[in-house]
């Protein structure tokens, strides 16, 4: 069974820059994987950020970036606002099955 | 505006079935497909399966089949998803999502839909 992994809390300050990895069970997170992000706040739907690695949606933030780093996918939040403070969720591309990470909760303090 | 609405909430018995749909608007409804996503409570998402709604095809992930199964109406823009025998830890928010065929791209989501599994 394919496990995509990824760190299950982190911390930053707000104005502070922090990344966000994904990894799979399977090896290195190649763009093929077409990794998304998803930002989900209490009580909401999860909302897109990212797609095919790196690309935004017209609505996401430009503090919001997509890359691929060291073998996992990674999400760089630059300039944090007390807003983004949420559960940050990857998807991954499996030739038919996607995964996604376990989440990870960003508090901003 | 791209619109995902989905149905209420439901209770069910174990052993039921459930099945909950989603109506598209804003868009052509053949032309994306629709993904399945749940989320138990307190829990992560887990991706359930995706209808291509201009043919029909779907795909399931492996803990689902024999499970799950996604139709769409086409003449209505309405997706459904029906989870059959039903267990307690079943009982979570399901959401659509509006997929990309090229690629996954997972970008318009409805509001979820709850179902609770219970005697």
């Known amino acids: 069974q394919t496990v995509v992994t990824q760190e299950p809390s982190l911390t930053v300050s707000p104005g502070g820059t922090v990344t966000l990895t994904c990894a799979s069970s399977t090896g290195a997170v190649t763009s093929g994987y077409y990794p998304n992000w998803f930002q989900q706040k209490p009580g909401q739907a999860p909302r897109a950020l990212i797609y095919?690695?790196?690309n935004k949606h017209s609505w996401t933030p430009a503090r919001f970036s997509g890359s691929l780093l060291g073998g996992k996918a990674a999400l760089t939040l630059s300039g944090v606002q007390p807003e983004d403070e949420a559960e940050y969720y990857c998807l991954l591309y499996y030739g038919g099955a996607r995964v996604f990470g376990g989440g990870t909760k960003l508090t901003v303090l | 505006q791209v619109q995902l609405v989905q149905s209420g909430a439901e209770v069910k018995k174990p052993g039921a079935s459930v099945k909950v749909s989603c109506k598209a608007s804003?868009?052509?409804?053949?032309?994306?497909?629709m993904h399945w996503v749940r989320q138990a409570p307190g829990q992560g998402l887990e991706w359930m399966g995706r209808i291509n709604p201009n043919s029909g095809g779907t795909n399931y992930a492996q803990k689902f089949q024999g499970r799950v199964t996604m139709t769409r109406d086409t003449s209505i823009s309405t997706a459904y998803m029906e989870l059959s025998r039903l267990r307690s830890d079943d009982t979570a928010v399901y959401y659509c999502a509006r997929g990309s065929p090229v690629a996954t791209i997972l970008d318009y989501w409805g509001q979820g839909t709850l179902v609770t599994v219970s005697s």
């Open positions: 804003g868009y052509t409804f053949t032309g994306y497909y």
């Open positions: 095919s690695t790196s």
